[in-house]
């Protein structure tokens, strides 16, 4: 999987101390996903702390490991948005 970063994306994980590797795991260990309004796909999964962690991807969201990904944003699920 080949994996970009909006810079939103890129700010959010960083004020929110989330790494490229806890984005990936989620994308590929998630244990739930759907579709929003926003034409993104959200994928939720633990990442090795234990901690939820909720990715938003563009459309169509992960489909191959060929194939490339945008991550719109991330944040945890247990942590309101500080923003």
Known sequence: MKVKYSRHARERMALRGITTDDVIRVIL??????????????????VDSGRELKVWLVAPGYVSSDAWVTVKSAAWKDEEDPA
């Open 29 to 46: 260990n998630h244990h739930s996903s759907w579709g929003t309004k926003e034409e993104s796909v959200q994928y939720t999964g633990s």
